[in-house]
T-cell receptor
Framework: DAGVIQSPRHEVTEMGQEVTLRCKPI?????LFWYRQTMMRGLELLIYFNNNVPIDDSGMPEDRFSAKMPNASFSTLKIQPSEPRDSAVYFC??????????????FGDGTRLSIL | DQQVKQNSPSLSVQEGRISILNCDYT??????FLWYKKYPAEGPTFLIS?????DKNEDGRFTVFLNKSAKHLSLHIMPSQPGDSAVYFC????????????FGKGTTLSVSS
């Protein structure tokens, strides 16, 4: 089975540009999560979807960040306009159910984002 | 306020010895605890979990212990192998509270041969 697929793997862009990160979850998983990893804050949840509906977006840092899940096999995380402090590794994960402890989340390999 | 804490950023162990990684938590509503392993340039991969109704769970070389009164859990790797060198994340969930996983900041394990 294919795992969670994220694209691009690396993104380097200039401040002010729009950035779109993409994620394809594992087929059959109905929960999808976006995380951001930084040295200072570790791995923090940005938003998660259940059955394509956003359930908790309290981790989204500000209005420049938005996420969509138009169908069960695709999600995007968009930053507009991007800022240098957005530089981080962004992970997408998916799971069955609600992604609680008895339904482990499966992670993609991440997108390393650098904003110059 | 960190609800899941891994106070040791790094740990070095010799091959064949036991590795013990520790994790503390503050939220008594957590009912599942998980450990993930992460290699460079890859995403975290699920390793082992434990329900709050248990105090021990074992899977091959990996054992997780839970001490609810102390709000503490630990991951034991025995025997340690060089391929175990990675960052280990402790995570917790409280599904009844509608919370997804909350991760600690990780501990980097180095196993030397």
């Amino acid at each position: 089975d294919a795992g969670v697929i994220q694209s691009p793997r690396h993104e380097v862009t200039e401040m002010g540009q729009e950035v779109t990160l993409r994620c394809k979850p594992i087929s059959g998983h109905n929960s999808l999560f976006w995380y951001r990893q930084t040295m200072m804050r570790g791995l923090e949840l940005l938003i998660y979807f259940n059955n394509n509906v956003p359930i908790d977006d309290s981790g989204m840092p500000e209005d420049r960040f938005s996420a969509k899940m138009p169908n069960a096999s695709f999600s995007t995380l968009k930053i507009q306009p991007s800022e240098p402090r957005d530089s981080a590794v962004y992970f997408c994960a998916s799971s069955r159910g609600t992604g609680g402890g008895n339904q482990p989340q499966h992670f993609g390999d991440g997108t390393r984002l650098s904003i110059l | 306020d960190q609800q899941v804490k891994q106070n040791s950023p790094s740990l070095s162990v010799q091959e064949g010895r036991i590795s013990i990684l520790n994790c503390d938590y503050t939220n008594s509503m957590f009912d599942y605890f998980l450990w993930y392993k992460k290699y460079p340039a890859e995403g975290p991969t699920f390793l082992i979990s434990i329900s709050s109704i248990k105090d021990k769970n074992e899977d091959g070389r990996f054992t997780v212990f839970l001490n609810k009164s102390a709000k503490h859990l630990s991951l034991h790797i025995m025997p340690s192998q060089p391929g175990d060198s990675a960052v280990y994340f402790c995570a917790a969930s409280a599904p009844q509270a509608g919370t997804a996983l909350i991760f600690g900041k990780g501990t980097t394990l180095s196993v030397s041969s």
